[in-house]
């Protein structure tokens, strides 16, 4: 796949300094680090089944972060705002 379906390395280090910044803050408020079970698979399903959903690197095309990651952490949401809030 090529690096041009997904956006520049710029806007995805900002993507990621935005990510950690708000798990930061979350992780400060809440103690929460990792999402809960019922949370990552929600948007496990969610993103797999998303056009922006590259299944041979599992990234996501629309922020460029690694899915595996994305789900994981308590803080994180969908650039496509298709995660429940």
Known sequence: MSNESYPSIPEQTKNL??????????????????AEQEVQKQRREICYACEFHDPEQHRCKSCGCMLSVKISMSANSCPQNKWPK
């Not at 300094?17 to 990792?34: E, F, K, P, Y």
Request: proline letters at 0%; hydrophobic letters at 50%; zero cysteines.
């Open 17 to 34: 300094a935005l990510s950690v910044l708000q798990q930061m803050r979350d992780t400060a408020a809440t103690g929460s680090v990792i």
